[in-house]
């Protein structure tokens, strides 16, 4: 392949390079014509067995080629090789739009969408490491003397041989107490002391059918005997009995005797029932959030949350049951597994054969672990489940898995591999990639980080800009060509100090540092892998807060800080209610904070964490809605002559409310299609063709276009189109400010990223009027932005600090951290090893510590 970052080479000698790579048609693809969303009909020619990348600012068409184009095409003609029955079982993606694509070979996606949280889904599942533990203990394990040897399917809380009985091996159970659901026990049950029970009329049918039964509903709740509170709230029973709404008790005994015909007939259901029903089978996240708060989870009393059942738990390795060994982090189990893995059995050895079972089977588990720890998670546990986990770190994991399957001749397809990864653990991921090229696979990653670009055989930059503005090919060849790319977003960010030109890296890192106007002083504080720290914020400035990955960083501000602040100013922190039992078992794992506040909240009025976590969960929660701008817009379709001739308001233009809204997919703009032997998939709705509103609504238009089109827009277009509508453009103007000129304004929440989110939720921000003194915390705000996006986000964030705020981020990306104002570096390592503040002051003093891992990374 190409010689790496060699800046010598001639414009001549760079293109023939590139030709002679080319010219071997056995090891190329070649895509003719993709129009896969904002791709305008490319054409572009790929090397195989290479790391090629695909880079170019936010919503410039990368992924639409590299997962859109390449990853979809050779989905589509693998699955034209399996059964119709097969093919509903895999997630299918939409076939591209593309003439030809020539050289293809088979396609491994490792994206960073984690699928459906599950509760059963851990480390140790995704990686295959538990299926080499339950075999080491069925084979190898120390049994008790007067136990039958098991199987390794007893080993997993996953089988029924395997699973605790009391809580399904799931290690928590979900409990509905009295005090839950009653909790005024003076209200009778007429006046709703069940709370659990349904509102409206459900809950009044519950009621009626109690008088039935025969027992007092006007009586205070705890003058109700024992016996019948419980027989009311816990039991199993279901009797369906006559229903007289209108009739007392007396009334209804007497109605039943004389054979008076009921009103209808009615069954009974418990209310700890109701709400175990409820929360695992509605489709509705109001419904589940209503039970939940009914529910309260704690450790299994039977295997104290270890999922297994009793004669599982009996057997040892290592002086350890397997659920101990499941919750020791991956590097102290490296160290469990290292004795037996490379102890050389000999003939003299006693039970020599189980002892080469034991020596084999660690040896493998050992390799995966290994493979694990080198990508930077050494900190994870095997019991980690997946919901708990950032989209990156589940994105190593899967590239662990695949550098150990051995496949050969793949074509792996990564999103951002580098994300929530330190600059030190970035090496790691790179000698990984280099290993699957290595084994005879190609490597085709879309990278914003400069050096996984500068480390690529060859780079694709997509571009020039975003949406409408970019999908074309800026260049594409190997990484020296690039730098003579005028026009590229890209090709700036890869300079050196040593190159002709300055960048804009080193540009930024001249101007002044802004001087702290107090300090935010925590003591004691304690969370996950922080242990009785006591820290200093300068208020007034931009922080910096970096580390290697799990070193601490997120504990301490994203968690800590923010639960503290809040606190202190007499808020409480927002909390979003599970749906489902992923999301009560992540909420059970959260930790307590510790510690205190000791200074400086006198001159903190207000506390905004920007988070990554979703707009909203449903197809129904769009940029539009969640910035409000969408609240204006209606009102100007409904001054509209047209719409006040029919007597539309505002709210008939929300394809939320009935009124406007087409019926047949109730504004949705798709519907669900079930096929017989395929996956279900959705559809644009045949009745409004995806438009999400009934015809009548379509007629009425503003300057030419109908709320649907307006919807369509993309935030640079709609920009354009409310020229003259300022509270509507200061909306649009925040969201351009970060990058975000490419997204429709109707884009669902959900397709939208992490880092978009966070970047919708910070826009919503800046267009309000900025009151100084407020405290903004953020988790990581550059994910998924390209530098030149960066540069960006970094003058909204320096324009808050110079307005009298406090802007503090966790960040792993180093062209932030060289242009803050302080830096807190945490660390020194990941897990039990961090915790502690390695490194802290002016990001030149911090660039000068020999102990912290971020240092030699500093752009000074």
Known sequence: MTSKNNKNKTNAEINLEIQNILNDSNNQIQVRGARVHNLKNVDVDLPRNALVVFTGISGSGKSSLAFGTLFAESQRRYLDSVSPYARRLIDQVDEPDVDAIEGLPPAVALQQQRGTPSVRSSVGSVTTVSNGLRMLYSRAGEYPADQEILYADAFSPNTPEGACPTCSGIGRVFEVTEALMVPDATKSIRERAISAWPPAWQGQNLSRILT????????????????????????????????????????????????????????????????????????????????????????????????????????KFAGLDIGELSQLTLTELALKLEKTARTKVVNETPNREKAIVAQRIASDILTRVEALTRLGLGYLSLERTTPTLSPGELQRLRLATQIRSQLFGVVYVLDEPSAGLHPADTQALLRALDELIAAGNSVFVVEHDVSVIRHADWVVDVGPKAGTHGGEIVYSGPIEGLRN??????????????????????????????????????????????????????????????????????????QALVELVNEALGQKAHVDSPTGEADLLEQEFETVTNGKIIAGMDKVSRLININQKAIGRTPRSNLATYTGLFDNVRKLFAATEQAKARGYDASRFSFNTVKGRCPNCEGLGFVSVELLFLPSVYAPCQVCHGQRYDDETLEITYRDKNIAEVLNLTVEAAYEFFADEASILRALAALLQVGLGYLRLGQPATELSGGEAQRIKLATELQRTQRGDTLYILDEPTTGLHPADVSMLMAQLNGLVNAGNTVIMVEHDMQVASNSDWIIDIGPGAGDEGGQIVAQGTPDEVAKSKTSRTAPFLLM
């Open 485 to 558: 790319v005028a026009h590229s977003q890209t090709a700036q960010y890869l300079l050196t100090d040593t190159d002709s030109v300055d960048s804009t890296t080193n540009q930024l890192s001249t101007l002044s540092l802004r001087q702290p106007t107090a300090w935010l002083k925590l003591a004691d504080i304690e969370r996950n892998n922080i242990q009785g720290l006591s820290v200093e914020f300068p208020l007034g400035v931009m922080t910096c807060v970096t580390g290697v990955s799990g070193s601490g960083k997120s504990s301490l501000v994203s």
């Open 212 to 315: 039935t039964l025969g027992y007092d509903i006007d009586t205070p709740w705890n003058k109700l005997p024992k016996k019948a509170r419980d027989w009311i709230l816990f039991t199993d029973e279901t009797p369906t009995v006559p229903v007289y709404p209108e009739y007392n008790t007396e009334q209804t005994r007497i109605a039943i005797e004389k054979g008076e015909k009921p009103n209808y007939m009615g069954t009974f259901t418990s209310a700890k029932n109701f709400i175990l029903h409820s929360f695992a089978n509605t489709q509705s996240p109001r419904t589940k959030k209503r039970v939940s708060q009914f529910m309260q989870i704690s450790e299994c009393p039977e295997c104290h949350g270890k999922k297994l059942k009793k004669e599982s738990l009996s057997v």
